[in-house]
């Protein structure tokens, strides 16, 4: 006990003495001394946006440096990540992006990066996790209700979702998969649509996140079938793994990226801002109010995920692409 | 409601609320009139400022940027035929010609008016409307928003400048132009020859620059166009007659318009087109237009104005915002603690009713701002032509680039500026190629969501839930055929 302490103390002093010695070397040159980019591969006005623009007008608190957003659309999200992939390795261009753009592109087409291989994650700011969503008067109570119905006659019932390959695309997908059901999945352009066209009547079903989900669940528009989680997100709504869909499954993991070359210092100051950012008061504020969630992940851990979504993805896309 | 509609407007009776307003309003002009940056930019960078003003200063503050960007884009498209969003293009048409005969100030002040006008009547149509607005928004899918594409499409060629034949071969080429790139619904390459640049598609911003300005600025050049000679009559304003004799071209723009709003995914685009064509048919002389017709001018600022009230509703009543530029309202709204969705109007009715009226007062506080800056920037024309030209060309070639920063767009701009230039040369009009590009890509969306929806049973399925888009789809040629009926009974040029 006393030994590992004593142990734990040297680790943290040799750490301390490498990481000024580290500083003195860059002394002349401390990151950041000039404005950091942050490249969105995504249009204005979506979640990623908002996001954005919260962290952006607060994080330059904690790295005394103005933080940029660069929306650069086009090509799914390929055109904004390969910029970044093809940016100087040096912190000043990072890119905000998704687990769906990021792992799962790869498997799907070819790609003018490999983001395996061209980047690093430097933190995970949050997720957002889907729920499945019927309207108020549907005749399935219950997600086994809806299953059943599937069952009896696929592709019979229409599902509404923001795009193949999407958020809610790939959740619905490996939700048939684990539970051997088959629906018609209807692309809209984004999640607002999709919903809209399950509140018109066009489609059975659809996913959304909490920060739609909540006003109309309120109202009794809607009725929430099953939600992505460890935990219940409603008191009396299964979660995914309850009926039966296991895995990191439904999951919108909002992610910062850097060009793999990096130098750790760089990365170990951004990593510092990020944590000091999710403490910060007014952060915490401005984003429950945006209804979003804030749960950290650094970029090692982060990492590991990856590699767990980069091995899940390729496999459903392989399942899908070869009926 | 009417106690809630009352206790909003106290609300909205606040000197923070219009002086925010009024520089809102300002700023989004300027940066709208700045070719390359969109209303969209600006108000996404401006909105992490509304988050800490008070919702009835913070909204009113987006919705002015918002405003008076879109008027601030017709200013470019007037006075040098450099149209920075789709919704200007119907607008450089007749404006430029004006703006080429010295009555620029008279075309900003007839964009000025019924742009006003236009928001004016959608708004308080809006405030009054809005369940049953919210009622018919929930009637269009994807197969309406298909049959109601097409029939745009064959209504602009029906109605365009050049022959009817040309036109459809403009159209066609502008289709064509808009498969280029990743399939929107499937994600299989086309006609992009492995080219990386390619792959998102052709960038629309080059191409309306390229198209449109390009050749006027070549032919100021070349032909030693001279604009600048009529400048001493640059400073003759709109006169009421002249408004007066438009007004019922403004009425019928604005009836279009809001009735386009109600349609999802439609915008201000169509509405522009939309309202120009109907214009152009209902006139005695529908040859003028595109020749400086200020009626041009007045229908198609009416139409694509008249479209921002009611894309307002669904994000009110259901929380969902239709387009990006909702989108940011709604990161305004719950950035504020105001949670649109069908409990706002029980929650915050009275907050809802304050932006909405606030929102008619900034189009009433706008046609100040513009009445009195329309003459500084009608002044831009005066400037000599050895000065003005090099000016314009640099500010179509930063206008395409600064959207992407990306140099493979300035090699689109100059491309199609050349295109521009041979098809000037033809007599072919670029328009029905422009609109062909621009609506394609959500046509072909609609049309592929149609086919997912029928799951392979399409015509049955139309027959079955779809009888409102099996009645426009087999209507269309029909109305295209009257149509080029009556463009063909007058001389075209």
Same mark, same amino acid.
């Given at each position: 006990?006393?030994?590992?302490?004593?142990?734990?103390?040297?680790?943290?002093?040799?750490?301390?003495?490498?990481?000024?010695?580290?500083?003195?070397?860059?002394?002349?040159?401390?990151?950041?001394?000039?404005?950091?980019?942050?490249?969105?591969?995504?249009?204005?006005?979506?979640?990623?946006?908002?996001?954005?623009?919260?962290?952006?007008?607060?994080?330059?608190?904690?790295?005394?440096?103005?933080?940029?957003?660069?929306?650069?659309?086009?090509?799914?999200?390929?055109?904004?990540?390969?910029?970044?992939?093809?940016?100087?390795?040096?912190?000043?261009?990072?890119?905000?992006?998704?687990?769906?753009?990021?792992?799962?592109?790869?498997?799907?087409?070819?790609?003018?990066?490999?983001?395996?291989?061209?980047?690093?994650?430097?933190?995970?700011?949050?997720?957002?996790?889907?729920?499945?969503?019927?309207?108020?008067?549907?005749?399935?109570?219950?997600?086994?209700?809806?299953?059943?119905?599937?069952?009896?006659?696929?592709?019979?019932?229409?599902?509404?979702?923001?795009?193949?390959?999407?958020?809610?695309?790939?959740?619905?997908?490996?939700?048939?998969?684990?539970?051997?059901?088959?629906?018609?999945?209807?692309?809209?352009?984004?999640?607002?649509?999709?919903?809209?066209?399950?509140?018109?009547?066009?489609?059975?079903?659809?996913?959304?996140?909490?920060?739609?989900?909540?006003?109309?669940?309120?109202?009794?528009?809607?009725?929430?079938?099953?939600?992505?989680?460890?935990?219940?997100?409603?008191?009396?709504?299964?979660?995914?793994?309850?009926?039966?869909?296991?895995?990191?499954?439904?999951?919108?993991?909002?992610?910062?990226?850097?060009?793999?070359?990096?130098?750790?210092?760089?990365?170990?100051?951004?990593?510092?801002?990020?944590?000091?950012?999710?403490?910060?008061?007014?952060?915490?504020?401005?984003?429950?109010?945006?209804?979003?969630?804030?749960?950290?992940?650094?970029?090692?851990?982060?990492?590991?995920?990856?590699?767990?979504?980069?091995?899940?993805?390729?496999?459903?896309?392989?399942?899908?692409?070869?009926? | 409601?009417?106690?809630?509609?009352?206790?909003?407007?106290?609300?909205?009776?606040?000197?923070?609320?219009?002086?925010?307003?009024?520089?809102?309003?300002?700023?989004?002009?300027?940066?709208?009139?700045?070719?390359?940056?969109?209303?969209?930019?600006?108000?996404?960078?401006?909105?992490?400022?509304?988050?800490?003003?008070?919702?009835?200063?913070?909204?009113?503050?987006?919705?002015?940027?918002?405003?008076?960007?879109?008027?601030?884009?017709?200013?470019?498209?007037?006075?040098?035929?450099?149209?920075?969003?789709?919704?200007?293009?119907?607008?450089?048409?007749?404006?430029?010609?004006?703006?080429?005969?010295?009555?620029?100030?008279?075309?900003?002040?007839?964009?000025?008016?019924?742009?006003?006008?236009?928001?004016?009547?959608?708004?308080?149509?809006?405030?009054?409307?809005?369940?049953?607005?919210?009622?018919?928004?929930?009637?269009?899918?994807?197969?309406?928003?298909?049959?109601?594409?097409?029939?745009?499409?064959?209504?602009?060629?029906?109605?365009?400048?050049?022959?009817?034949?040309?036109?459809?071969?403009?159209?066609?080429?502008?289709?064509?132009?808009?498969?280029?790139?990743?399939?929107?619904?499937?994600?299989?390459?086309?006609?992009?020859?492995?080219?990386?640049?390619?792959?998102?598609?052709?960038?629309?911003?080059?191409?309306?620059?390229?198209?449109?300005?390009?050749?006027?600025?070549?032919?100021?050049?070349?032909?030693?166009?001279?604009?600048?000679?009529?400048?001493?009559?640059?400073?003759?304003?709109?006169?009421?007659?002249?408004?007066?004799?438009?007004?019922?071209?403004?009425?019928?723009?604005?009836?279009?318009?809001?009735?386009?709003?109600?349609?999802?995914?439609?915008?201000?685009?169509?509405?522009?087109?939309?309202?120009?064509?109907?214009?152009?048919?209902?006139?005695?002389?529908?040859?003028?237009?595109?020749?400086?017709?200020?009626?041009?001018?007045?229908?198609?600022?009416?139409?694509?104005?008249?479209?921002?009230?009611?894309?307002?509703?669904?994000?009110?009543?259901?929380?969902?915002?239709?387009?990006?530029?909702?989108?940011?309202? !709604?990161?305004?709204?719950?950035?504020?603690? #105001?949670? /649109?969705?069908?409990?706002? =109007?029980?929650?915050? $009715? +009275?907050? %809802? @009713?304050?932006?909405?009226?606030?929102?008619?007062?900034?189009?009433?506080?706008?046609?100040?701002?513009?009445?009195?800056?329309?003459?500084?920037?009608?002044? !831009?024309?005066?400037?000599?032509?050895?000065? #003005?030209? /090099?000016?314009?060309?640099? =500010?179509?070639?930063? $206008? +395409?680039? %600064? @959207?992407?920063?990306?140099?493979?767009?300035?090699?689109?701009?100059?491309?199609?500026?050349?295109?521009?230039?041979?098809?000037?040369?033809?007599?072919?009009?670029?328009?029905?190629?422009?609109?062909?590009?621009?609506?394609?890509?959500?046509?072909?969306?609609?049309?592929?969501?149609?086919?997912?929806?029928?799951?392979?049973?399409?015509?049955?399925?139309?027959?079955?839930?779809?009888?409102?888009?099996?009645?426009?789809?087999?209507?269309?040629?029909?109305?295209?055929?009257?149509?080029?009926?009556?463009?063909?009974?007058?001389?075209?040029?």
């Amino acid at each position: 006990m006393f030994k590992t302490s004593i142990k734990r103390a040297a680790t943290l002093a040799a750490a301390a003495g490498l990481a000024v010695t580290a500083s003195l070397g860059v002394a002349q040159a401390e990151y950041p001394e000039k404005p950091i980019t942050m490249v969105i591969p995504l249009g204005a006005g979506g979640s990623h946006d908002l996001n954005a623009r919260v962290i952006t007008s607060i994080i330059p608190q904690y790295l005394d440096q103005a933080m940029i957003v660069r929306l650069t659309p086009g090509s799914g999200g390929q055109k904004g990540t390969q910029e970044v992939a093809k940016a100087p390795a040096d912190g000043y261009t990072l890119l905000f992006t998704h687990n769906y753009i990021d792992m799962l592109q790869q498997h799907v087409e070819n790609l003018p990066y490999d983001p395996m291989e061209d980047f690093i994650p430097i933190a995970r700011v949050n997720y957002a996790p889907a729920g499945v969503v019927v309207r108020a008067d549907s005749p399935y109570q219950t997600f086994e209700d809806l299953v059943t119905a599937a069952k009896e006659n696929p592709n019979a019932i229409r599902m509404s979702h923001s795009g193949n390959w999407g958020a809610f695309f790939v959740p619905a997908a490996q939700i048939m998969k684990a539970r051997d059901f088959s629906l018609n999945l209807v692309p809209y352009k984004g999640g607002g649509p999709s919903m809209q066209a399950l509140l018109a009547g066009d489609s059975d079903v659809t996913m959304g996140f909490p920060s739609t989900l909540g006003s109309l669940l309120d109202a009794g528009e809607i009725r929430v079938l099953a939600t992505a989680g460890a935990e219940r997100m409603f008191e009396d709504v299964p979660t995914l793994a309850e009926v039966g869909v296991e895995g990191d499954i439904g999951f919108m993991h909002r992610v910062v990226l850097a060009p793999k070359g990096t130098p750790d210092d760089v990365v170990a100051k951004l990593t510092e801002a990020f944590n000091a950012l999710v403490e910060d008061k007014t952060f915490n504020r401005m984003m429950s109010r945006l209804n979003e969630t804030i749960d950290l992940i650094d970029g090692d851990g982060y990492q590991v995920m990856r590699q767990e979504q980069d091995l899940a993805y390729k496999d459903l896309v392989n399942e899908l692409t070869s009926q | 409601m009417l106690d809630q509609f009352l206790a909003g407007f106290a609300m909205a009776m606040r000197l923070d609320t219009f002086v925010l307003m009024g520089a809102g309003l300002f700023g989004g002009m300027l940066v709208g009139a700045l070719p390359g940056f969109t209303t969209l930019m600006a108000m996404a960078i401006l909105l992490p400022i509304s988050f800490f003003l008070d919702p009835i200063v913070g909204i009113p503050f987006l919705l002015g940027v918002y405003k008076g960007g879109i008027f601030g884009g017709s200013i470019p498209a007037i006075l040098v035929s450099m149209p920075g969003t789709g919704a200007a293009v119907a607008t450089s048409r007749d404006g430029y010609a004006l703006t080429k005969q010295g009555k620029s100030r008279k075309a900003l002040d007839m964009a000025l008016f019924s742009s006003v006008f236009g928001d004016t009547a959608s708004d308080i149509f809006t405030i009054f409307m809005i369940f049953p607005i919210a009622y018919l928004v929930m009637q269009f899918g994807p197969p309406e928003l298909f049959a109601v594409l097409l029939l745009s499409l064959v209504i602009i060629a029906a109605t365009s400048g050049s022959s009817p034949v040309k036109s459809l071969i403009m159209m066609a080429v502008g289709l064509w132009l808009s498969f280029i790139g990743t399939d929107p619904l499937g994600g299989v390459e086309r006609f992009t020859f492995g080219l990386f640049d390619l792959k998102s598609g052709i960038p629309l911003l080059p191409m309306l620059i390229g198209v449109f300005a390009i050749p006027e600025i070549a032919a100021v050049v070349i032909r030693n166009e001279k604009v600048q000679q009529l400048a001493a009559l640059m400073g003759e304003r709109l006169t009421r007659k002249e408004f007066k004799a438009s007004f019922r071209t403004i009425c019928r723009s604005t009836v279009i318009g809001t009735g386009i709003g109600i349609i999802p995914g439609l915008g201000q685009v169509v509405a522009a087109m939309m309202g120009y064509s109907a214009a152009k048919n209902a006139s005695d002389q529908p040859e003028t237009f595109g020749e400086g017709n200020l009626e041009g001018v007045a229908a198609a600022e009416a139409a694509n104005n008249a479209v921002n009230g009611p894309t307002m509703v669904p994000l009110l009543t259901l929380g969902i915002p239709g387009d990006n530029v909702t989108a940011i309202l !709604l990161g305004a709204f719950v950035a504020q603690g #105001l949670r /649109p969705g069908p409990q706002l =109007f029980e929650e915050q $009715g +009275a907050t %809802v @009713f304050a932006i909405l009226i606030a929102m008619v007062f900034a189009n009433l506080m706008f046609l100040a701002i513009g009445y009195l800056s329309i003459p500084f920037f009608s002044r !831009l024309v005066r400037i000599k032509t050895s000065v #003005l030209v /090099p000016v314009v060309i640099m =500010f179509a070639f930063a $206008g +395409a680039y %600064v @959207f992407r920063s990306d140099t493979f767009d300035l090699l689109m701009l100059v491309a199609f500026g050349v295109f521009g230039l041979i098809a000037k040369a033809g007599k072919f009009d670029v328009m029905p190629m422009v609109m062909g590009f621009i609506l394609g890509p959500p046509m072909e969306y609609a049309f592929g969501q149609t086919i997912a929806m029928g799951n392979g049973t399409t015509l049955a399925f139309l027959f079955d839930e779809r009888l409102a888009a099996l009645g426009i789809l087999t209507a269309t040629p029909v109305i295209g055929f009257l149509l080029w009926r009556r463009m063909r009974s007058v001389p075209s040029e």
